[in-house]
């Protein structure tokens, strides 16, 4: 039998697997399927657009989410603390990578502990869903949270991931109703979260039946995690099983759109192969409210945190822009007819 990686080692495969190979899904975001309409004449300043936002008692400086990445080594704690000392210059969320590492060995608490460098972001812990079958109860959602002081906590969903990864974890009975567990008992809010293959609208109206505060439905078009698993497959066998669904999932427009379909009212997190602020800019006029990019700030935080500053303040600008030349004031107003179906 294959030995079984140990998890700091899996850390530091996607690390290096996501910085030098192609691991893209085969599909796109459905996000090109949509053109703003322009305003020739706005009426507006550029640089008196407002892209602040309140979400879980934080302020934002704009709608923008680095999206959960990496902990568990001394590498990803670099990273970790470069993206939140960015984060916290420019007054945006952020989300760790899956605690699980530090939950079973401690001693790696610190490589997602970043509140010293950023003490005001809006931060979310994380775990994944599906180790409720496998030991994890409310307690160690507690620990992921407290360890961090997050303001909210990420279960994330990864059966496809699970299912062709080397001993992944495959038993996802009766999750919901451990989730809907959780929502009860934990003093922050909960938020489900895709890992790149978006979300149904069963799938939007069972979490929505749990209780949890946010979808994040990170939808195929960006990083595809079986890609990553191929690259990571002990044999020819688990290789080819990976590489099988290079297009599977749902695009993230597409999920955007069951989740209101679904759940309405509910909070939407945009993610998944987002690439800048007019990406970010487009699923808010969809109807979410905040967009998450990981793989820019990934690869700018790995080389110094001024680079992840430049990063995400040209989000911000190109969201801004976006607006402008909409001829739109506010974030509220994206959503109000501005964006058209082309294709």
Known sequence: MTKVAPIDQRKADHIKINLEQDVRSALTTGLEKYRFIHEALPELDLNRLDTTMKLFGKTLGAPILVSSMTGGTDEAETINLRLAEAAQECRVAMGVGSQRAAIEHPEQAKTFQVRRAAPDILLFANLGAVQFNYGYSVDECRRAVDMIQADALYLHLNPLQEAVQDAGDTNWVGIAKKIEEVCKKLEVPVIAKEVGWGISERTAKLLAECGVAAIDVAGAGGT??????????????????????????????????????????????????LKDGLDIAKCIALGATLGGMAGNFLKAAAISTEKAVEVMKLTKRQIEVTMFAAGVGTLEGLKVGRLKEVG
């Open 224 to 273: 595809s995690w079986s890609q990553v698993e191929m690259h990571r497959a002990p044999d020819e066998f688990t290789r080819q099983l990976a590489a099988t669904f290079v297009g599977w999932g749902i695009p993230t427009a597409e999920s955007i759109l069951n989740v209101k379909r679904a759940a309405p009212g509910m909070t939407i997190f945009a993610s998944g192969g």
